[in-house]
């Protein structure tokens, strides 16, 4: 998966798709995650062939002008993206698992690494469910997510849980007292647009 940001003008996607392809990169799927400002901030899933590396897409794209490759990682094969009408059609379906549903969605939806469902009420923070790859996040740890009432990104220094390198995160409030917690190791950064949907989503568990 690879972020780029470009310009807003006609024929900027189709150079950046070329350069991608010149370099054997098979794109599967394009959002768009943000804009303005004159530029726009693509999501890119593509396919390399096996003997070669990502940084040639990098370099590729780098090469034209006003482009520029936020962030590249690996995305789990057959992930595709999930739009956030399909998140809520499944929070729909089952509305006791709703939160449970949310936070297992999304590394899908938000290209995170992992979410976690914390509990805050009058025992203190405590870890309640989380996805597969998520960091075990203790009480302590899980104390320094705070405030737990507001919506906020915070980022999280190398070493913060045993075994993690930096994540950026974002916190926001389900209910009165349960918050979702969703985290990238290493980045990039939550933009705005992406904490505005992830808050949207939360809002609608009930």
């Known amino acids: 998966m ?3 940001t470009l310009p807003d003008r006609p024929g900027s996607l189709g150079s950046v798709a070329t350069a991608m392809g010149g370099v054997g ?3 599967n799927a394009v959002e768009i995650v943000e804009k303005g400002d004159g530029v726009v901030v693509d999501d890119f899933i593509v396919d390399l062939p096996p003997n070669q590396l990502p940084e040639m897409l990098v370099t590729a794209c780098q090469n034209l002008e006003g482009v520029r490759v936020e962030w590249i990682a690996r995305y789990p094969e057959g992930g595709g993206l999930q739009s ?8 729909t379906a089952d509305p006791v698992h709703a939160a449970e549903t949310l936070v297992s969605l999304c590394p899908v939806v938000f290209r995170s690494h992992w979410a976690i469902l914390v509990a805050t009420g009058a025992g203190g923070p405590e870890m ?17 997510l705070a405030p737990f009432d507001v919506t906020h990104r915070l980022d999280l220094e190398s070493g913060w849980a045993p075994g993690w390198g930096d994540c950026t995160v974002v916190v926001t ?5 349960r918050v979702i917690v969703i985290g990238r190791q290493g980045g990039p950064v939550f ?11 939360a809002a609608l568990v009930k």
């Not at 956030?84 to 929070?91: K, N, Q, V």
């Not at 309640?128 to 320094?144: G, N, W, Y």
């Not at 933009?191 to 989503?201: F, K, P």
């Open 2 to 4: 690879m972020r780029v």
């Open 25 to 27: 990169g098979d794109i």
């Open 84 to 91: 956030d009408l399909e998140a809520l059609e499944r929070m």
């Open 128 to 144: 309640t469910f989380s996805t597969t790859l998520a960091p075990d996040v203790s009480p302590e740890l899980a104390a320094r």
């Open 173 to 177: 409030p389900i209910t009165q007292d």
């Open 191 to 201: 933009l705005d647009s992406e904490v505005a949907r992830l808050h949207h989503l």
